[in-house]
């Protein structure tokens, strides 16, 4: 048994293709043709249902992107990307999405990788880069801590300069696939400033330096993707510091502010948009004029946000502002995905109550639909909040946008 | 064109863009109250610059351009809540002229642009529906005689002649002098001020030459008609609820409650936040809306999903920008009150969200009904 539709690289032509040139076109189908082979159709299955692929699933179609060098779609060709436009990476995350691909891992590719390349050294770059790029290594992000979540200049882990090291001692929470990991990259306060910004630096280090300990946290949909990450008297060799000393702060933002595309998840709200139609099949909701209603409401919202990220990343003369245009996208992609994963939790009826694999095995199916349909759409939408709360939730993204109206400063 | 290349604007294309924002932006708030609903003085300049016959071809005395550019005067109007009919006789009516060739419609056209003529479009465009009923036709040799009633109609005392749409036989498009035997035209006033007109037809006799359309002819004409009509009045809106942000933002940097800024507060600092979300969601769809009516061959769907989301927003902003001056807000004085109606105007002219979507939902039941049974 299958969820799915007739799969394959002849999907029909829709809006999207209306709004692309030629060359843009091909380059969409080409993606296409390319994923319909190297996404295997349980992988598919699985991403679909919403449930997180498993590390070896991820690392199999890593290894099929790096075989095109494509792991890596936002870098320069200098540093190995392939030095795509940012409406090739629009549309390559698109159709990445739609092809039920595991999410790409970002801590390596979207966060660290551009901030080695470009303020990093010639050992750093030769070093990382290369296993970011093939997909091998797995890297996390050491930012978050107890004290220090919106307010993130307000962090404590401390690295100590101690000659030809420096000695980290401190806490990291909410560090996603920690326990994957290979690497890490983290903000320690390396000095204390007049400003609290002042005087952090960013490192990166190796997951098996002694004196790392990772915990598991359990998340609400009872899953473990999240950890906290201690550091007690870990040693960072000297060439673990990147960039200036003191600087950190600056290449956080500049690696939080660097990832434009992608942040959008338009894909993947295509394809829920695709599974509440299968839903509403199967529970009769075809008649179900309130269900319509918010399912072409969700639709044109969906539109608007395609077309505001075309407008950002073609940065034409109408284009929102490099500063408004992420927070309002993040804002409103958080919602339209809340949005879908909460219609369809809706949808499923009284079996929404059911969670597990215990549940899985009970059924054959149900309204010729798979228990994994039910129970992966109950998890992503408990995790589904998460949307709103991480990378700044949507009350910091409110502040922001605030601050351009009404004080006129970024 | 491509959608790239349409939100890259032309140079012309700028040209006309900065100087309907300077020329819109000169006009007080005064200046628009005391016009009560109709400025000639202002429908002439619009007229000198051209813009009265921004669609019309060079050779029928236009400029000859296309929707985005009717759409960016439109947003500029929106910005200073001009009263007069752009939208009704230069951009809905002059489009559906545009596509129906022939002697007749060039004078037309022509008499439009130079502002001697204004033209009201009568059962399609404003409100943008055009499955709703209309007058009735029969053929009387070759004339018809029509009866009915089209019960919202953008015409004022300025208003020279109706675009009409009949149905009956086959789907006419008729032009009808305002003062034509037998056609009644009531005045009322709309919520924003401007000019509206309920029509009440009996037995009016339409001359063959006054028959400017007829069958698929008149129905392509009334597509492209209706496609620039949401296509402008999105972009109207898009100015419009521009405005209701700014003016929204400066009173909360100006009013102080508890010994501070009303911009100091959390609260209100997110609505804002709220408000600008919406506008800049809206602006794309106005910019889907432009390419959609000049660039795509059957762009009906993804208009009515741009008014739809355009309507959303203009609630939204239209409410909070209101909540934001509190009592201020419920004055006739302050302006921002002027620019919530005429948002509610707007809003009526589009068919509202839920009518707007109505068309989608029902697409979206057959859509669902296909699909394949997914356990065999």
Redesign the interface.
Known sequence: ???H?KRGSQSPAD?ID????DDLRVFRHGVRAFLSEAVPTETRTRVDNGYVPAKPEIVAFLRKLASRGWVAPGWPREHGGPGWTQ?QRFVFNLELARSGAPAVPPFGTSMVGPVIYTFGTDDQKARYLPGILSGEEFWCQGFSEPGAGSDLANLRTRAEDRGDHYLLNGQKIWTSKAQYADRIFLLARTDDGERKQHGISFFVLDMDTPGIEVKPIISIDMNHSLNEVFFTDVKIPRDGLVGERGKGWNYAKFLLGNERTGITNVGRCRNQIERL??L???RG???D?AF??E???V???L???E??E??LL?A?????SAL??PS?LK??SAQIQQTLQAMIVSALGPMAAARGKEFESAFE?LD??SPGFFDGAVGEYLFGRAASIYGGTN?I??????K????GRA | MTFLEHLNQSDEARMIHDTAARWAGGIADEAVRASNGFSPDRWAEMAQMGWLGILAGEDQGGLGMGAAEAATLAGAMGGAKLPEPFIASAVVAAGALTRLPGAATNTLLADIAAGQVIAAPAGFGLPCDSDAPCPTATADGDALVVTGEVALCEAGPATGVFLLRTGGAETCLVLLDRDAPGLEVTPYRAVDGRHLARLVLTQVRVPAGAILGRGAGAVAALTHAEALAVAALCADTVGTMDRALALTAAYLNEREQFGRKLASFQALRHLTADMMVEVEFARSMADLAAFGADGIEAPGELLDRARARVCRAAKLVGETSIQLHGGMGMTDEMAIGHYFRRLIFLQAMMGQEAGALRRRAATLAEEIELQREVAQ
Do not use: N, Y
């Open positions: 048994m299958t969820d539709p809006h209306l709004l692309l040139d409406l139609k299968r509403a099949r199967a909701l075809a008649s004029g319509l209603t399912l072409a409401r639709e044109a919202d539109t608007a946000m077309i505001t075309i407008r073609s034409g003369p109408g284009a929102p408004t245009g309002i804002l409103q199916d010729g639909l009350q993204q409110r502040d922001i946008l605030a351009m109206a009404l004080d």
